[in-house]
């Protein structure tokens, strides 16, 4: 339920095709022999997720869930929420309107026609960074009210929905595009740019994960994982389902029910193989890693994946999303912190 069709008229509209092809493909289904209830850790927050970024959830009531948790903050009917600082707020809609919300007030400051849907963005020292689902890019500084820059790329007609926000790195601005390349700029001298390819394959290619650990950078398209570092550029090849980062470790969980951790130069260090498991979510700290498979089955491993122990939270029926130390699911929270792996 990850694939999207920019040819369809709204970017909401997300995975019905696969949707409905996966329904009639005889899926098989991961079945543990055992599973422990989760009930004593979970709490109600009142609403259900409708929409996801990377950087955090819209719910049905208009608040969001960002990188901090629950905001009491309403960014408003018929938009998404895509980012946040520590003073302002994202969100966008389906006519392509950059919404500027101040965090103190709640009150919208700039709404920004960009013409087009915007598929992610990020913000930082005011100066925004978005990318548009006709895979056109651009900087917009809040306090000037302007577009300081704005490109297009190639136009790309399908892509994978877990797409990844731009990254800031001092006054760089690393931008993940839909036709798996980074563009990495300046913001006070957008002339100056470097391209990046991860892959150049022709759909279902754009970057779904873009973070930093250290002095390296960690890319993925849904096929593969990029490093740049010190050690110049690795990659290692994988159905990618979702990527974890945590204490110089990545931790990939691959479409085929594998969870493999791996070193910051992408060697592999451990593999735990779990038949038919479809991760919808995953996360790592505190020394473990957590996987939700769309069945409900919640697996707690350790962080060098030999013990792991399973938890029943039931079925993903709607979108879910993992930060901090809480998986947000239902209407529930969940406090992962307290589940163990022993």
Same mark, same amino acid.
């Given at each position: 339920?990850?694939?999207?069709?920019?040819?369809?008229?709204?970017?909401?509209?997300?995975?019905?095709?696969?949707?409905?092809?996966?329904?009639?493909?005889?899926?098989?289904?991961?079945?543990?022999?055992?599973?422990?209830?989760?009930?004593?850790?979970?709490?109600?927050?009142?609403?259900?997720?409708?929409?996801?970024?990377?950087?955090?959830?819209?719910?049905?009531?208009?608040?969001?869930?960002?990188?901090?948790?629950?905001?009491?903050?309403?960014? !408003?009917?018929?938009? %998404?929420?895509? $980012?946040?600082?520590?003073?302002? &707020?994202? @969100?966008?809609?389906? /006519? #392509?309107?950059?919404?500027?919300?101040?965090?103190?007030? !709640?009150?919208?400051? %700039?709404?920004? $026609?960009?013409?087009?849907?915007? &598929?992610? @963005?990020?913000?930082? /020292? #005011?100066?925004?960074?978005?990318?548009?689902?006709?895979?056109?890019?651009?900087?917009?500084?809040?306090?000037?009210?302007?577009?300081? &820059?704005?490109?297009?790329?190639?136009?790309?007609?399908?892509?994978?929905?877990?797409?990844?926000?731009?990254?800031?790195?001092?006054?760089?601005?690393?931008?993940?595009?839909?036709?798996?390349?980074?563009?990495?700029?300046?913001?006070?001298?957008?002339?100056?740019?470097?391209?990046?390819?991860?892959?150049?394959?022709?759909?279902?290619?754009?970057?779904?994960?873009?973070?930093?650990?250290?002095?390296?950078?960690?890319?993925?398209?849904?096929?593969?994982?990029?490093?740049?570092?010190?050690?110049?550029?690795?990659?290692?090849?994988?159905?990618?389902?979702?990527?974890?980062?945590?204490?110089?470790?990545?931790?990939?969980?691959?479409?085929?029910?594998?969870?493999?951790?791996?070193?910051?130069?992408?060697?592999?260090?451990?593999?735990?193989?779990?038949?038919?498991?479809?991760?919808?979510?995953?996360?790592?700290?505190?020394?473990?890693?957590?996987?939700?498979?769309?069945?409900?089955?919640?697996?707690?491993?350790?962080?060098?994946?030999?013990?792991?122990?399973?938890?029943?939270?039931?079925?993903?029926?709607?979108?879910?999303?993992?930060?901090?130390?809480?998986?947000?699911?239902?209407?529930?929270?969940?406090?992962?912190?307290?589940?163990?792996?022993?």
């Amino acid at each position: 339920m990850r694939k999207l069709l920019l040819s369809m008229p709204s970017y909401f509209i997300i995975g019905f095709i696969s949707f409905v092809l996966s329904g009639c493909s005889g899926k098989q289904y991961f079945e543990p022999e055992q599973t422990y209830s989760a009930s004593g850790i979970s709490s109600s927050y009142g609403s259900k997720i409708v929409n996801l970024s990377r950087d955090g959830a819209t719910l049905k009531s208009g608040h969001y869930i960002g990188q901090q948790g629950m905001s009491s903050i309403n960014i !408003g009917e018929g938009y %998404r929420f895509l $980012s946040e600082s520590s003073t302002y &707020v994202l @969100a966008g809609n389906a /006519k #392509g309107i950059l919404k500027v919300i101040d965090k103190k007030t !709640g009150d919208p400051i %700039r709404a920004v $026609s960009l013409h087009v849907p915007i &598929v992610s @963005a990020a913000i930082q /020292k #005011g100066v925004v960074a978005y990318i548009l689902n006709n895979n056109s890019f651009g900087i917009y500084q809040i306090k000037d009210n302007r577009k300081v &820059v704005e490109h297009s790329s190639e136009r790309t007609y399908a892509i994978d929905t877990r797409a990844a926000s731009p990254m800031f790195i001092d006054n760089l601005a690393v931008v993940p595009m839909l036709d798996g390349k980074l563009i990495i700029l300046d913001i006070h001298d957008t002339q100056t740019t470097k391209v990046v390819y991860l892959s150049r394959d022709k759909s279902f290619n754009n970057v779904v994960h873009l973070s930093r650990s250290g002095n390296t950078m960690v890319a993925a398209t849904p096929t593969k994982i990029i490093v740049l570092g010190s050690e110049g550029q690795k990659e290692y090849r994988a159905n990618i389902s979702e990527i974890a980062v945590a204490n110089g470790t990545i931790y990939l969980f691959s479409k085929e029910g594998e969870i493999v951790r791996l070193d910051m130069v992408l060697n592999p260090l451990a593999k735990q193989k779990f038949k038919y498991a479809h991760f919808a979510a995953s996360t790592a700290f505190g020394g473990k890693v957590f996987a939700l498979d769309q069945q409900g089955s919640l697996i707690v491993l350790s962080k060098d994946l030999n013990k792991h122990k399973i938890y029943d939270v039931g079925e993903v029926d709607t979108p879910v999303f993992m930060t901090g130390t809480k998986l947000y699911k239902d209407g529930k929270t969940i406090e992962l912190s307290k589940l163990g792996y022993e």
